[in-house]
């Protein structure tokens, strides 16, 4: 697929890459769905109910129906919104949450663009979301979604810090800030061995960027009543909530390229297995602690939610970065 | 600092019990036998002795007698009998207080409906509700 | 120029705030009902709230007045609708004072057995909402199971699963079914067990922890000031249990602790309210082994109740606190006046003074650990 980009432009090169996105959008959307799905029923085993098992065989098709009813569903905006702020805000959400994706390299030979900046690409990109989610508690013009509005600004920026600082560690071990060298890179130790305070640092920021549960302030329905998306409703809600799930998407596959060795076995003798096997197992235990956690986690204190960034997981990631720097100049014979 | 990872334990080990869910209404929810449903009324047991519409606390009962077709009995008969459900509290009180048990308990409960008009029973509706009637009253 | 506004505008940032007033509820999903919050925030902090009350207001007090003694048991279900026992015992308990009935024995085993169970209930209800006001959406369904345990009991025994209508004036109105107190013991003796497992679950867990630790505390001059009752009075320190203290029906019979804490914040009420559950437990299980053989269930009691002219007053230990009634008579068979001191209600009146300088997010903390039922604060 990377080769395709690489060649000159034809009407054949667009219309392939045009479907090869569309395919991608399919499995996502496909996985959203089936993500919603299983969150509800994994929560709904551990708290001894069986969850949603109404529509379909086994409730598989309660998402596709919850989806048509959001998308069937009035479009109600509130009076004094502000219009056009109101209707850009879930664009803004979701447009750089399927953008990343384009980064990923899920194996080997699956994967789109090659960039050589990758890890800070995505980072660029995610924090666009952060405005389409203030743009929502301002445009509102509710003073819940204001709150959560702010909250999750004000919480997004904090852990983005810390996210980017745990991933440091690994691109001075690998040098490079492209995915796939990461990947690569690990071939004899998976990055979670040698950076384990960097990959619980970045396991904890990642919660809170999703705000997901413990971190899931900006939405904490019993406080905030629903925070930012406290006004939307249809298919603008469904933009919200497909963001939230796309992210979820991305950290995964951020996270198993990052610290899980992607595609890799764990060992040698694995390897006839074929990597985007790997690459979903290792991506779908992810998934499953989030929906644990939901499952288990009460929600954090909004102030202590920022001192536990700045004063808890910042000064970790930094000596992380130290140490890192320390063994990366030692082995390579500085001192 | 080990406190979260007891509480994530337990709920993984609560992942493969068995659900405790009641598969109502696909099967049906049993009730224990003292269970206060929609009142069954026998006409034939009634006595007009107006204990019940006294009784109840919301007066949602009102019944009418009229005198025995048979002019050689004394006593009156039931003519109309009528529960009002919009406002009953199935408080069990009308049922305690009726001397010959003519109005007993059921175990249905099932009462809703498309209107409110529909709640207001009479007195053939009540006595054709005679399907799980209470033992104990 | 001086364009500087002034100090009491700008606060010590020099930044020019505005206060906005926040309308938490009725319907929102934390106020558990229709219990409706006005507050005055500037930025997250509250400048002030005030509460206002009688969404559910039926005036149950004054439909009183129309109605029977026996016809008023059933109004009594529909004010603490999580501890419809305590209260249908409250009112029957007043009637009976007033009248100087005796209650067989057995019917006071049975009133007490289903008292606790009930406090136990209650407490189960409290503890999974709390947590849910908190954030983690578990405990709410692990502590409905156990309850729904104790509602298929109080089913099998009253014929209801919430507005019982059990008791009646000088007794109570079913014999406990063959088998039921074996599965109310066989219950104590599981719950004692999967108590463990809440803690497990949450009490240890340090955001839960962190969060409630040091909110919501006031002194216990202030608590005997508002005169707050049950755990909201005992996490303060002052070890006051009417069970105790002044023991109605056979309380005396019992070995139980009055748990108590001194640090006054919600955590301290969070685990009061735990240990009451051993306590109540204890408590079942002394009566569950203590119960009569056999007996009578309902006392010597006129046809037609007419407690003599005069007033009176009693009060137990209800699972939010005191529940008092006040009924006065004229020797009719209504009440002239029936007048309830309500535990929620009366515990609510601290609300303003402890959300003042609070953050929002502990305004939910605080709020859920007062444990107010909206139909007993509105009566």
């Excluded at chain 1, 990642?206 to 939405?219: H, K, T, V």
Aim: charged fraction near 20%; glycine fraction near 8%; aromatic fraction near 12%.
């Amino acid at each position: 697929m990377t080769s395709l980009l690489e060649q000159t432009p034809s009407l054949l090169n667009v219309v392939l890459l045009a479907l090869a996105a569309v395919a991608l959008l399919a499995v996502v959307l496909g996985f959203v769905t089936y993500a919603i799905y299983f969150e509800r029923k994994i929560i709904g085993w551990m708290q001894l109910r069986p969850g949603p098992n109404r529509v379909g065989p086994l409730g598989l098709l309660q998402t596709v129906a919850d989806v048509a009813k959001l998308l069937l569903k009035e479009d109600t905006r509130p009076k004094s919104a502000d219009k056009a702020l109101f209707a850009l805000a879930p664009v803004l959400a979701y447009g750089p949450a399927f953008a990343v994706l384009a980064v990923m390299p899920f194996s080997e030979n699956i994967g789109f663009a090659d960039l050589g900046i990758g890890v800070l690409y995505y980072i660029a990109l995610s924090s666009i979301t952060i405005l389409g989610v203030i743009t929502a508690g301002w445009a509102s013009n509710n003073k819940w979604s204001l709150i959560g509005g702010l909250r999750s600004a004000a919480q997004m920026i904090s852990y983005e810090v810390p996210l980017v600082m745990s991933v440091v560690g690994i691109i001075l071990m690998t040098g490079s800030l492209n995915l796939r060298d990461i990947v690569e890179a690990q071939r004899d130790v998976w990055n979670i061995i040698p950076q384990f305070f960097a990959f619980c640092v970045f396991l904890i920021a990642a919660q809170a960027e999703l705000n997901r549960s413990p971190f899931d302030l900006p939405e904490a329905e019993s406080e905030l009543v629903a925070g930012y998306h406290v006004e939307y409703s249809g298919f603008r809600f469904a933009m919200f909530m497909l963001a939230e799930y796309v992210y979820m998407f991305g950290m995964g596959s951020l996270i198993t390229i990052l610290f899980l060795g992607g595609w890799l076995p764990p060992i040698e003798a694995l390897g006839f297995i074929p990597g985007i096997v790997w690459f979903i197992l290792k991506f779908s235990l992810y998934v499953f602690l989030q929906f644990w956690l939901r499952a288990t986690m009460p929600r954090i204190r909004a102030d202590q939610l920022m001192s536990f960034a700045w004063k808890g997981l910042l000064p970790v990631a930094l000596i992380n970065i130290l140490l890192t720097a320390f063994f990366v100049s030692y082995s390579n014979g500085s001192f | 600092m080990l406190g979260f990872a007891k509480g994530l334990g337990f709920t993984l080990k609560k992942l493969t019990e068995k659900s405790v869910t009641h598969k109502y209404p696909d099967v049906p929810y049993p009730f224990p036998p003292r269970f206060r449903g929609i009142q069954h009324f026998s006409p034939e047991k009634c006595i007009v002795c107006n204990q019940c519409a006294r009784i109840c606390p919301t007066e949602c009962i009102q019944l009418t007698g009229k005198s025995h077709p048979d002019p050689e009995k004394k006593g009156k008969i039931i003519d109309t009998y009528d529960i009002n459900f919009e406002i009953c509290i199935l408080c069990d009180l009308c049922t305690e207080v009726c001397p010959t048990e003519a109005i007993v308990m059921t175990n249905n409960f099932e009462l809703s409906t498309y209107s409110r008009d529909e709640l207001f029973k009479n007195l053939k509706w009540l006595d054709d509700n005679n399907t799980n009637v209470r033992e104990e009253n | 120029m001086n364009l500087s506004l002034p100090e009491e505008l700008t606060g010590k940032t020099g930044l020019r705030t505005e206060e906005m007033i926040l309308n938490v509820g009725p319907q929102h999903p934390s106020t558990h009902g229709v219990f409706r919050l006005v507050a005055k925030i500037d930025g997250e902090t509250i400048k002030e709230a005030i509460p206002v009350m009688g969404y559910l207001h039926r005036g149950t007090e004054k439909l009183a007045e129309n109605l029977t003694y026996t016809q008023i048991i059933p109004y009594t279900d529909r004010l603490d609708y999580l501890a419809s026992m305590t209260n249908n015992y409250v009112f029957c308990h007043a009637v009976e004072t007033m009248m100087g009935l005796e209650i067989p024995d057995r019917a006071e085993y049975l009133r007490v057995i289903v008292m606790e169970l009930q406090r136990i209930a209650s407490h189960f209800v409290w503890w999974g909402t709390y947590l849910l006001d908190i954030g983690a959406i578990g405990p709410f369904l692990y502590a409905f199971r156990d309850r729904e345990t104790i509602i298929e009991l109080f089913a099998e025994l009253s014929g209801a699963r919430l507005t019982y209508n059990y008791m009646r004036i000088g007794g109570v109105k079913w014999d406990a079914p063959p088998g039921w107190i074996d599965k109310v013991s066989e219950f104590v003796q599981y719950m004692k067990k999967e108590l463990d497992n809440y803690h497990r679950l949450v009490s240890g867990n340090e955001i839960f922890v962190n969060r409630l630790t040091g909110v919501g505390t006031y002194s216990r001059e202030m608590a005997l000031d508002y005169s707050l009752s049950g755990v909201m009075l005992r996490c303060t320190g002052e070890k006051w249990d009417l069970r105790k203290d002044e023991p109605y029906s056979i309380y005396d019979r019992f070995d139980f602790d009055v748990p108590t804490s001194t640090d006054g914040d919600c955590m301290a009420r969070y685990h009061l309210r735990l240990e009451e559950i051993v306590q109540s437990l204890r408590i079942v299980e002394q009566a569950v082994a203590q119960f009569p053989k056999d007996g009578e269930i309902m006392g010597k009691v006129p046809r037609v109740i007419r407690p003599p002219a005069g007033e009176t007053f009693v009060r137990i230990e209800a699972p939010r606190g005191e529940l008092g009634v006040y009924i006065a008579s004229q020797g009719k068979d209504k009440p002239w006046r029936m007048k309830l001191r309500r535990p929620s209600f009366v515990n609510l009146q601290i609300l303003p003074d402890l959300l003042r300088g609070e953050n929002i997010s502990n305004m939910i903390a605080i709020l859920g650990s007062i444990d107010i039922v909206v139909g007993e604060v509105d009566a």
